[in-house]
């Protein structure tokens, strides 16, 4: 079995978090991983997926630029994003401030801190039908600061994975595409949980083999 190569960029937010659940999940899934964190252009050469992180979406844009990291970043055939993440890879950002470019290669439109500021953060089971990636039941995950998926294209092959119980939302949306799988969740996973990690190791897997 080939070797997964994983980056974790690690710029801002939970970095360590992301790798504690990336390993866990490397270990439950028995698939063989190489993990480093990323901090400039130069690190991102032979990645197959990278993690992004939360953080400030702004800074995160801009330091992303001035480090001239967008464009290879796109190459990366495997793409997480949580939170500011999410709007890194959202082709349509309700909010982007002026001169903030981001990967705009996921099919979905989001609205940056549509939940609220730091103090209205708020943890909440969520509504997760995934089978096949054993991604069911009530997970109960943190939202911080965390955007809103308001448009899903599910033309482009957007699926949603899990929704908030009360309001039908949807947290945790894929895309998958010809040698590409795309991952974007409003919450935090990584701070709860290594199963939403899980599901994209199997399915960049799958991906890089079809």
């Not at 993990?35 to 995160?60: D, F, I, K, M, W």
């Not at 969520?126 to 965390?146: C, M, S, V, Y």
């Not at 409003?186 to 991906?207: G, M, N, R």
Request: proline share 4%; aromatic share 4%; with cysteine.
């Amino acid at each position: 079995m080939a070797v997964l190569q994983i980056g974790v960029l690690a710029l801002q937010g939970g970095v360590q978090e992301h790798i504690n659940a990336t390993r866990a999940a490397a270990d439950k899934t028995k698939i063989p991983i190489s993990l480093r964190t990323v901090r400039t252009a130069n690190e991102l050469a032979g990645l197959q997926g990278l993690l992004l992180p939360g953080g400030e979406s702004t800074t995160l844009s801009l330091l992303l630029q001035k480090n001239s990291m967008l464009e290879p970043m796109k190459n990366i055939p495997g793409l997480f994003g949580t939170c500011a993440g999410l709007i890194l890879m959202a082709k349509e950002v309700e909010g982007r401030v002026q001169g903030q470019e981001g990967l705009d290669v996921m099919d979905v439109g989001v609205n940056r801190n549509a939940y609220g500021v730091q103090i209205h953060s708020f943890e909440s089971a969520l509504q997760a039908t995934d089978e096949k990636n054993n991604l069911t039941g009530r997970l109960r995950i943190p939202f911080i600061r965390a955007p809103k998926i308001t448009k899903i294209d599910e033309n482009a092959g957007v699926k949603v994975l899990a929704t908030l119980p009360k309001t039908g939302e949807p947290v945790i949306v894929e895309q998958r595409l010809a040698g590409r799988f795309y991952l974007g969740t409003t919450c935090h996973p990584e701070l709860k949980t290594s199963k939403v990690h899980e599901l994209f190791l199997k399915e960049l897997q799958a991906a890089l083999r079809a």
